[in-house]
Each structure stands twice: as structure tokens, then as C-alpha cells.
């Protein structure tokens, strides 16, 4: 069971400021290690906040042995209570940019109140001092982060990370989600219309369609969450891919499906095929905003494949 702060002694007060100085260092090492590839700079920044929290740690080393020897009982912060829970770096890779940044932010403030508070509870002039000097130095985190950021995140830095971040975007998110969005709108034209034309029931089309896009989002979720686990590739979690592409498939056969809800055949028709031109015009301005592929050529590429299969879907169902 974790222990209340005020009913810490000094001596652990002490033991658990070098654990978190120490747990924090690492931190900042997972950080510039999961940045480095990417984000060469902002891994320089938490490389030398890393180096000032070993230097905190060992002053803090150094006035523990002046006061009660040489063991340190291992206290953490999950040992007591008031702590803020922190996620292991090595369960959210990979790593952003911004996220990461924060997380740092919220680091400092908390370790800065904690040296405040314990600074109040001990009796020693030196601990106390000491203590005192770290909340400072915590404090002055923010003024150090910010000098850290204008010495290596230049506008020509900046640019590159952005740079970065976006082509993580487009692998993690962007690119499974319009692969199931593609098959979603395109591959479910076919049973639908089929449907449509075959039965003239707006009913049994909006089953059919309804059962294919969900059969399309499942078999593509698990599809792209089992292509590859992203270690290699930087694509990232496979359980995201999977959940993105099976959504987005689902939402791309289901948006020319719901106008069958519509009970008159003919008008829920004449509906369903707007939505469908709507559904490609959306793919070919994806492709051309974050895949740079020029719009008309995204354009030609999709709505001529589209057309192919709704007229095959309409040859089928009215044979």
C-alpha cells in the first residue's frame, strides 16, 4: 500500500528524491533514443536534460551519505501517494513529438512541488538547502528547455521534424485509413447495385450493403493489423492500423449504403450515386493532399475504377 508524503521520514524524503531524479534521467534517455531517428534535435534537448538530472542525483547521493551512510532503501514514486502515473516510454512507441514535450513538462512541475513540499518537512540546514536549490533548478527547467529549444530547433530544424511527423502521420494513420477507405467505397459497389437493380427493394440492398461493409471492415482490419508489426517499416501499432483500416472500410461502404434506408427505390438511387461520387472525389483530395499525388491524376484513377465496378454491379443485378 502506498504511504502518505507526511509520514515520510527525512531519510526517506532523501531515498525517494534519488530514485526519482534517477527514474527521470532514464526517461529522458528513452526519449532522445526514440526521438534520435526522427527528431534528431529535440533528442539533443532530452540528452542534456538528462545530464542535468544525473548531476541532481548525484548531489543528492552525496548528502545522503553524509547523513546516513551508504545503503538507499529503495522508495518510487508508485510508493507514495500524490504521484502522478507515468506510462513506460517502451509502451507508447513510437514516440511524438508533442506528446513527448508534454510529458516532460508535466515531469518538471511535478518533481518541482515535490521538492518544495519536502524542502518544508526536513529539519536539516543543509538538506534544506539542498532541497531548496533543486526546486530552483526545477523551476529553471522551463528557462533551460527553451534555451535548449532555440540552440537546436532552428526554423530549418523545425521544418524537418515537422517534416518528420508528418510522414509518421501518413504511414500510422493516413495511409491504412485510406486503403480501407478505398476498398470500403469501391469494392461494396458491386453487391450493392447488384442488390439494387436485382430486387428494385431498397430494403434488401441496404442489407446487402450493410453486411458487406462490415464483412469488408473486418477482413480489412485484420488484414492491415497483420501485415506487418511496424517495427521495420515505422507504420506503428499493428491493433491501430487494423482498427483505422477496419473503420474507415466499414464508413466507405456504408455512406452509399444508408440512402437505401430510403423506402422509394428510385430516389434512394439517384442519392446513393451522389454519395458515391462524393466518396471518390474525398479519396482523390486524401491522395492528393497527403499522398502528392496530383489531383486530377487521383481523380481519373479512382472515379474510372469506381465507375467500372458500379456498372458492373449494374450489369450483374439487372441480368
Known amino acids: 500500500m502506498a504511504k502518505n508524503f507526511k509520514d515520510l521520514s527525512e531519510q526517506e524524503i532523501l531515498a525517494l528524491a534519488i530514485s526519482s531524479e534517477e527514474t527521470d534521467a532514464r526517461i529522458y534517455?528513452?526519449?532522445a533514443a526514440g526521438l534520435?531517428?526522427?527528431?534528431?534535435?529535440t533528442a539533443q534537448i532530452f540528452t542534456e536534460m538528462e545530464a542535468e538530472e544525473d548531476e541532481h542525483r548525484r548531489r543528492l547521493i552525496?548528502?545522503?551519505?553524509?547523513r546516513f551512510g551508504e545503503h538507499i532503501p529503495l522508495i518510487r514514486r508508485e510508493d507514495v501517494k500524490g504521484f502522478v502515473h507515468r506510462k513506460p516510454v517502451w509502451m507508447i512507441r513510437p514516440l511524438g513529438i508533442k506528446t513527448v514535450r508534454?510529458?516532460?513538462?508535466v515531469m518538471e512541475t511535478e518533481?518541482?512541488?515535490?521538492?518544495e513540499s519536502a524542502a518544508g518537512k526536513v529539519s536539516d540546514a543543509s538538506t534544506r538547502k539542498l532541497l531548496g536549490d533543486l526546486a530552483e533548478a526545477e523551476r529553471k527547467h522551463v528557462t533551460l528547455a527553451d534555451n535548449l529549444q532555440q540552440e537546436h530547433l532552428t526554423p530549418e530544424v523545425e521544418a524537418q521534424e515537422e517534416k518528420a511527423h508528418r510522414r509518421l502521420f501518413v504511414l500510422q494513420?493516413?495511409?491504412p485509413g485510406l486503403a480501407g477507405l478505398m476498398d470500403g467505397s469501391v469494392s461494396t459497389l458491386a453487391p450493392v447495385f447488384a442488390a439494387a437493380f436485382a430486387t428494385h427493394n431498397s430494403h434488401a440492398a441496404f442489407l446487402v450493403g450493410l453486411a458487406a461493409s462490415v464483412g469488408a471492415g473486418i477482413s480489412m482490419g485484420f488484414a492491415e493489423a497483420a501485415s506487418d508489426d511496424g517495427s521495420l517499416t515505422g507504420r506503428g501499432k499493428p491493433l491501430l492500423r487494423g482498427i483505422v483500416c477496419g473503420l474507415m472500410t466499414t464508413a466507405g461502404g456504408?455512406?452509399?449504403t444508408l440512402p437505401y434506408l430510403i423506402p422509394n427505390f428510385r430516389t434512394a438511387t439517384v442519392i446513393a450515386v451522389l454519395v458515391v461520387a462524393i466518396e471518390l472525389l474525398l479519396i482523390s483530395w486524401i491522395?492528393?493532399?497527403?499522398?502528392?499525388?496530383?489531383?486530377?491524376?487521383?481523380a481519373f484513377q479512382v472515379i474510372v475504377g469506381g465507375v467500372l465496378v458500379f456498372l458492373v454491379g449494374i450489369w450483374i443485378g439487372s441480368s
Not at 62 to 66: A, D, I, N, P
Not at 111 to 115: L, P
Request: glycine letters at 2%; proline letters at 5%.
Open 254 to 256: 456504408i455512406g452509399h
Open 173 to 175: 494513420i493516413v495511409q
Open 29 to 31: 534517455a528513452d526519449f
Open 111 to 115: 518533481t518541482r512541488r515535490f521538492y
Open 287 to 298: 491522395r492528393n493532399r497527403y499522398m502528392d499525388t496530383p489531383f486530377l491524376r487521383a
Open 62 to 66: 552525496e548528502e545522503y551519505r553524509r
Open 102 to 105: 508534454r510529458q516532460a513538462e
Open 36 to 41: 534520435k531517428a526522427d527528431y534528431p534535435a
